[in-house]
């Protein structure tokens, strides 16, 4: 599939890519930190529970939590050592809130766990059950950045029948080349995943999609469908433009499809997949490896040697700029992610997860600081550039006046936060920040409704429990109050009440009768 053959889609702007900073030089595995932080959390679904307490000593590779039910991802430890603390810990996530963390203290020595899981060579030959069992098991989780788990993914509804498969090696934010040196360096593990994913889904169609510049990593590739014999998996080169990466994007550049509003690419048939998850994927199947490291890119003006890093997850963030000869203190900001989509850190003494793929640093000022937002003058230019055809300043209206149901109307929620419109916004205002601030809110508003509907159901259900209970009163009395005159009738034994009454009576008679005689 050439280049002309390609769909495309709406919108998009071209960007300067800064990639040759960290691709230069091969990646460098770091060494192994004295101190990890594994968070507990931090994925798609549920957060993992703790399988082991402080003092307790673990390897590599040892589970060390699992989410309580099929929706999460487990955890393994990163190195063998002892668990010093299992609490709170800051982590980088958007909102700077703690996780719990299990915190590991490395004995050097890097031990694997005796009891892992053993080499699939056979996979070929495996149902789709056993095959999803393991993936589990070994916690593996999108590398994209979502983290969601890979698992659920893998398990489309019954009525989707998914006829492609899509491994997405689109890096397509300036500065991020991760998937770029994973393809040039272990370019076989990413064919592996996707034969594996491709088995498990029964897929007719596997592609893997990169940008077109990337010619070593195109190159390696090619080479490693050729070795395996893969000759059912398509390279397709993809032009540079963002967001060419985005899922509804690519599934619209490779197939012209659209993925409904509020749906998913299963719901079209295709399913997609990040080029690191697909080589965690083929770790787990054929090493029976856990997801215990990643590729990590470290770049940025800030940076003294720009690079990218193999990481133990749970190194902290500080420890890698020291690697690229880079002075935290002497920085204004820190990214998780790319600069148009990524989250700014609060400090360096926070973890790498599962979903860390790039690391920014600048000394410059943010550029909020330098280009204060003007009032909008209804350009149009963030509507020419959204990839979602959206119509961003109404959106933008609609959002200062909290009117959420236009917002959702006018579809809020299928904008993927790109920040294109952002990006070309004369007035500089930032206009994915108020969207991402405005679904913020729509949720917020949406779990008071909730719960003060389920408060008024609570309170409906006591008075109807409380109504049921008087009525259940009543009627005991009204029975019992039946079942003491049928006694009374069947046995001729007077009614008590009656008795006193007529005693009443009888003494009343006999004092009018004495006072008569006097």
């Not at 007719?204 to 990593?217: F, G, M, W």
């Not at 967001?243 to 509804?248: F, H, V």
């Not at 890698?320 to 600069?339: C, F, H, K, M, W």
Request: hydrophobic fraction near 35%; proline fraction near 8%; charged fraction near 25%.
């Amino acid at each position: 599939m050439s280049i002309g053959d390609l769909f495309g889609f709406p919108g998009g702007i071209r960007l300067a890519g800064y990639k040759e900073a960290s691709t230069d030089a091969p990646v460098m595995e770091l060494p192994l930190p004295e101190e990890l932080v594994v968070p507990l959390g931090l994925h798609g679904g549920d957060a993992a529970e703790a399988l082991v307490s402080a003092g307790d000593r673990v390897a590599r590779g040892t589970c060390i939590g699992r989410p309580p039910g099929d929706f999460g991802v487990s955890v393994h430890a990163p190195s063998s050592g002892m668990v010093t603390v299992v609490e709170p810990r800051p982590v980088p996530h958007p909102s700077g809130l703690p996780e719990t963390c299990i915190v590991l203290a490395t004995d050097g020595e890097d031990r694997t766990d005796p009891d892992a899981y053993p080499p699939l060579p056979e996979w070929q030959a495996m149902d789709p059950t056993t095959l999803l069992e393991r993936i589990a098991g070994c916690g593996v989780a999108g590398l994209g950045g979502a983290a969601f788990p890979t698992t659920v993914k893998l398990t489309p509804p019954a009525d989707c029948a998914i006829g492609t498969l899509i491994i997405n090696a689109i890096e397509c934010e300036p500065w991020i080349t991760c998937d770029d040196m994973l393809l040039r360096e272990r370019a076989d593990d990413v064919v592996t995943g996707a034969r594996i994913m491709a088995h498990i889904l029964d897929a007719d169609r596997t592609v893997i999609a990169l940008e077109d510049n990337k010619l070593t990593a195109r190159q390696a590739l090619e080479q490693a469908v050729e070795q395996q014999g893969a000759t059912t998996i398509e390279i397709v080169r993809v032009p540079v433009i963002y967001p060419a990466g985005g899922e509804k994007q690519l599934i619209h550049t490779l197939t012209g499809r659209e993925v409904p509003s509020g749906g998913l690419p299963a719901e079209v048939g295709v399913l997609c997949h990040n080029a690191g998850t697909a080589a965690a994927t083929a770790r787990a199947v054929c090493q029976g490896g856990p997801l215990t490291e990643r590729i990590i890119t470290v770049a940025g003006t800030g940076i003294g040697a720009p690079r990218n890093l193999r990481v133990r997850l749970g190194t902290s963030v500080r420890t890698l700029l020291e690697a690229t000869a880079t002075n935290p203190d002497s920085l204004t900001r820190l990214i998780v992610g790319g600069p148009m989509m990524g989250f700014t850190l609060e400090t360096a003494d926070v973890p790498v997860t599962k979903g860390f793929n790039c690391l920014l640093a600048t000394t410059e000022e943010p550029d909020a600081a330098r280009e204060p937002a003007m009032p909008c003058i209804r350009c149009g230019d963030c509507a020419e550039v959204c990839p979602m055809t959206l119509q961003p300043q109404q959106l933008y209206w609609h959002a200062r006046a909290r009117d959420f149901d236009d917002l959702r109307r006018n579809g809020l929620f299928d904008c993927i936060e790109c920040g294109a419109c952002a990006y070309v916004c004369p007035s500089h205002i930032p206009l994915a920040g108020i969207y991402r601030h405005a679904k913020s809110a729509i949720r917020a508003a949406d779990q008071e409704q909730q719960e003060a509907e389920a408060a008024r159901q609570r309170y409906a259900f006591r008075q109807a429990r409380l109504e049921r209970e008087r009525r259940e009163r009543e009627e005991r009395r009204r029975r019992k109050k039946k079942a003491l005159q049928g006694d009374t009738e069947t046995t001729g034994k007077p009614d008590k009440k009656a008795e006193i009454q007529a005693a009443i009576a009888r003494a009343r008679d006999r004092k009018r009768g004495g006072g008569g005689d006097q």
